[in-house]
């Protein structure tokens, strides 16, 4: 290479260099579209919400949260994946749309190469709950009571793909048990069921049912962390009742159109982890049930990787169809 072309070379790349720091410097220069795949008041629209305010302030822009419910939250999924790649179109997606519905629906995108990963959001727990009426006081006498009336058991859920669905059938692979699925629309019919005894047991979010919990209303027999939680601590885990495979929770991400600048990605994901800090932010998590976990950007996209593939399997090994 000679001389002039080696400086036309540093010229070119100095020039791409500055274009893209003056990008991620202006970023964002116009209203920016939060999609959320749940309907209004929901779990998901809460956070984007949440964030959509922090954000606001913080970088001085608006941002608007769409609600595109249906089709296990991939509809917004979809309308993000085929968005311009200039950080403009946002997602808060959870693990049904990201690693669930891609296993049982015919998507016109791939969620793994066709979205671009920000950060984790929030990680919710779930609960092993019973009606306060049911006899079984602990997971191990539910499973023998299981076992032993099979006819008699069938467990709710938020819907067919769902985490909840999910949760449950993995409880009758690990326990041997053949409690029937009962799909409801959303988590409040199916607390409603729960306490009146039509269905027997259910395995959802601490942000759905803690009030229920904490009312009287419905029994936690454990939780699917590895450690107990602090608004719970005579809840056992899954863990240490003998079933780690229960380890399910409902995860919240933050994601964009893939393709987006990588200096744009990272200043929304610095944006992000600033706004999880605020203490009144912390306290709203806590509230929900929810953990932070600090994750870098490559834990984050492994992480999410790594769930597409585990829920595939335990979608295969339940034998779980779209309906």
């Known amino acids: 290479m000679n001389r002039k072309t080696f400086i036309s070379a540093a010229m070119a790349t100095l020039l791409a260099l500055g274009a893209g720091a003056s990008l991620a410097q202006d970023?964002?220069?116009?209203?920016?579209?939060?999609?959320?795949?749940?309907?209004?008041?929901?779990?998901?629209?809460?956070?984007?919400?949440?964030?959509?305010?922090?954000?606001?302030?913080?970088?001085k822009q608006s941002f608007v949260v769409e609600n595109r419910p249906g089709a296990a939250n991939t509809l917004a999924a979809d309308?993000?994946?085929?968005?311009?790649a200039d950080g403009y179109t946002l997602l808060v997606a959870t693990n049904?749309?990201?690693?669930?519905?891609?296993?049982l629906l015919?998507?016109?995108?791939?969620?793994?190469?066709?979205?671009?990963?920000?950060?984790?959001?929030?990680?919710?727990?779930?609960?092993?709950l019973v009606g306060a009426d049911?006899?079984?006081?602990?997971?191990?006498?539910?499973?023998?009571?299981?076992?032993?009336?099979?006819?008699?058991?069938?467990?709710?859920?938020?819907?067919?793909?769902?985490?909840?669905h999910i949760a449950g059938e993995s409880l009758n692979l690990t326990a041997g048990t053949k409690a029937v699925h009962v799909p409801y629309k959303g988590s409040s019919a199916a607390h409603t069921d729960l306490i009146g005894g039509q269905v027997q047991f259910m395995l959802d979010t601490t942000s759905s049912a803690m009030g229920q919990v904490?009312?009287?209303?419905?029994?936690?027999?454990?939780?699917?962390?590895?450690?107990?939680?602090?608004?719970?601590?005579?809840?056992p885990t899954v863990r240490e009742l003998g079933m780690p495979s229960l380890?399910?929770?409902?995860?919240?991400?933050?994601?964009?159109?893939?393709?987006?600048?990588?200096?744009?990605v990272d200043k929304l994901g610095a944006e992000l982890q600033r706004t999880l800090k605020l203490p009144d932010v912390q306290e709203r998590l806590r509230a929900l049930g929810g953990q932070s976990e600090d994750l870098t950007l490559q834990q984050f996209t492994e992480f999410g990787r790594s769930e597409f593939e585990r829920f595939g399997k335990l979608v295969k090994a339940a034998n779980i169809k779209a309906q």
């Open 214 to 235: 904490k009312a009287g209303a419905l029994r936690a027999l454990a939780v699917t962390t590895p450690k107990r939680l602090d608004e719970l601590p005579n809840v």
């Open 79 to 84: 309308a993000t994946a085929k968005a311009p």
């Open 134 to 164: 049911e006899k079984a006081r602990s997971a191990g006498e539910l499973i023998a009571e299981i076992k032993a009336n099979p006819s008699r058991y069938a467990y709710a859920s938020s819907g067919i793909g769902s985490t909840q």
């Open 106 to 128: 015919k998507l016109a995108y791939d969620p793994l190469k066709d979205l671009q990963p920000i950060g984790m959001v929030v990680v919710v727990p779930h609960l092993l």
């Open 27 to 59: 970023y964002p220069a116009k209203p920016v579209r939060i999609m959320v795949g749940a309907t209004a008041g929901g779990g998901t629209d809460i956070l984007a919400r949440m964030l959509a305010d922090k954000f606001r302030v913080s970088m």
């Open 247 to 264: 380890e399910i929770t409902t995860w919240y991400g933050l994601y964009t159109t893939a393709g987006t600048p990588r200096d744009v």
């Open 96 to 103: 049904t749309g990201q690693a669930i519905a891609p296993h």
